[in-house]
């Protein structure tokens, strides 16, 4: 289950940059919780062909964020959020900026 919300994140930071097809796969199988075989069978291909699209999408959504990192960083600043002494939060801010 974490793994599935943490594709949902990525896909919802880093989406746009799919094609259209990779973006309704991803969808048909992480947001409307269809099968392989059902999302096959919509679009008129195998099961294989779903199953690769699915591996490219999430291959692609880890690479972007190996780069970017724009998930990593948001979660942190959630974290800083949190805290209360101004001195730490600037630190702490300051550390992201510089990943």
Not at 11 to 20: A, N, R
Not at 36 to 48: H, P
């Amino acid at each position: 289950m974490e793994e599935k919300l943490y594709y949902n994140e990525l896909f919802l930071i880093y989406g746009e940059l799919l094609t259209e097809k990779e973006k309704d796969t991803f969808k048909d199988y992480y947001f409307e919780d269809l099968s392989l075989s059902e999302i096959a069978d919509n679009n008129s291909i195998s099961r294989a062909a779903v199953q690769k699209t699915i591996k490219n999408v999430l291959d692609k959504l880890d690479y972007y964020e190996r780069i970017l990192s724009v998930s990593k960083k948001n979660n942190d600043l959630k974290e800083i959020l949190k805290l209360n002494d101004v001195n730490e939060i600037k630190k702490q801010i300051e550390n992201v900026l510089e990943d």
